[in-house]
């Protein structure tokens, strides 16, 4: 049978058809779409009308759509196509939904455009990607431009907030080898209570009742712990216990801490230098402006250079009560990296150091993530001066070895026993806690 002009035509056509289809992505959407609007013009427009530059995307995208090429399209993929593609332009591309999750904690954008969250503890695949390291390094800088901040081969790792307040390190070659990097560390919008940490299993209802007392005591705490250990999330929960009428002055790398509640909270955030190198301000300038702004309470996000000098002056300056977060394993680890860290900014002997971490630090409380995911409250130790020994002495009071086990007392401060004299608690409060414990 004979086979016409047109039929061939058709036939010949159909596979190319098919092969549109299959082939066809938001990267292509995304290179098409130049030909229409300039996408320099649009981040320009974002900031004078956000809702003005998105109808104009969506129309240059109409205006692909009409192409040969793209008509075969179906109106939904057509949407779907579109949303992504403003997602990518606008927002946070395929992080954009797992940013919104509560229950997610942490973002990792790994080799290839692979995607991994956190949900409880554990790290998961998310079921998203980015199709190419380009699309990543289209996100870093949408995050970076309004900061005034830039990542490239002369500087290839930078560190930044989002506007949610959640945290962003990315990583680009050729430092990272096998493409741009990015680790989101997420914060819930809302503070746990020292109650609702005891209902999570994080702490004893004893301990909560202890590390009460403390912060109304103005007892000065060192949280300490690995990364996503629950430190910052422990230090919110005692700030709930700081009373109103003292002013609090937080110090922070990148805005962390929250303060819903109380009313007298001055937020310092440090500055990192903008692309023309100009303008940093670290958490050490900020420690010292901090001690000319008639604080009662100091409280560092996290000490990890020269500012723990400072925040070991301050607090014994007259600002008993003071909090701040540490990388450590133990309570004398920590003691050992407080040394080292105040020795990179003047070269005074370990035991005059020390002298002042016995005399800055009442407690230290040790964080842990177990290997199921699960976060607690593993050790809590009192800190002093020996002046015989010229070495700070580390007393362990409390010691919990896995969120499943039961938690033993050591040992109990002598300032508990002040505690009813100072108006601080019921003697028969203390008594019924004291009664509570496991002691050897």
């Known amino acids: 049978m004979a086979v016409t002009l047109l039929e061939r035509v058709q036939r010949s056509a159909a596979p190319q058809v098919e092969q549109s289809e299959k082939t066809l992505t938001v990267e292509d959407l995304r290179e098409a779409v130049k030909r229409y609007l300039a996408f320099e013009s649009v981040a320009q427009l974002v900031e004078e009308n956000p809702s003005r530059a998105r109808n104009e995307l969506r129309s240059a995208c109409r205006q692909v759509f009409a192409e040969p090429q793209w008509r075969a399209m179906s109106p939904p993929e057509r949407e779907r196509m579109t949303q992504e593609l403003v997602a990518i332009v606008f927002g946070m591309g395929p992080l954009e939904a797992l940013l919104s999750d509560e229950a997610i904690t942490e973002i990792t ?80 919008r809302r ?42 999330t422990l230090l919110n929960a005692l700030s709930l216990s700081i009373p109103f009428h003292e002013r609090i002055l937080t110090i922070e790398d990148s805005l962390e801490l929250k303060f819903q509640e109380h009313p007298q909270v001055v937020r310092l955030e ?104 699960r976060r607690f409250v593993s050790a809590v130790a009192a800190v002093s001066f020996d002046a015989r020994e010229r070495r700070c002495a580390v007393v362990p009071l409390y010691e919990r070895l896995s969120p499943e086990d039961p938690g033993q007392w050591r040992a109990i401060p002598e300032w508990v026993e002040s505690l009813t004299a100072e108006e601080l608690a019921h003697g028969e409060e203390v008594e019924s806690w004291r009664s509570a414990l496991s002691l050897p």
């Open 109 to 188: 954008v790994n080799k290839g455009g692979e995607v991994w969250v956190e949900r409880d503890g554990v790290m998961r695949p998310a079921g998203v990607e980015f199709a190419s390291d380009e699309q990543v390094r289209v996100l870093i800088d949408r995050i970076l431009g309004p900061l005034g901040r830039r990542i490239d081969e002369s500087s290839p790792s930078v560190s930044a907030r989002l506007p949610q307040g959640h945290r962003v390190h990315a990583i680009v070659p050729p430092i990272s080898p096998d493409g741009p990097i990015i680790a989101i560390r997420k914060f819930s």
């Open 191 to 232: 503070i746990f209570s020292l109650d609702e940490l005891v209902d999570a299993g994080s702490m004893e209802p004893e301990l909560a009742q202890f590390l009460h007392w403390a912060v109304v005591a103005r007892k000065s705490i060192a949280v300490l712990g690995g990364t996503g250990s629950g430190k910052t």
């Open 270 to 373: 440090a500055r990192h230098r903008n692309a023309e190198g100009l303008g940093e301000v670290t958490i050490r300038d900020l420690v010292v402006d901090s001690l000319r702004m008639r604080p009662d309470r100091i409280i560092v996000g996290e000490c990890r250079g020269g500012e723990a000098l400072d925040m070991l002056t301050a607090m014994n300056t007259g600002h008993d009560g003071s909090l701040t977060t540490l990388h450590a394993n133990s309570p004398q680890e920590c003691i050992d990296r407080l040394v080292t860290m105040c020795r990179y900014v003047v070269d005074l002997p370990a035991d005059v150091i020390e002298s002042q971490i016995g005399h800055a630090f009442d407690l230290m409380v040790q964080t842990q993530r177990h290997r199921s995911g």
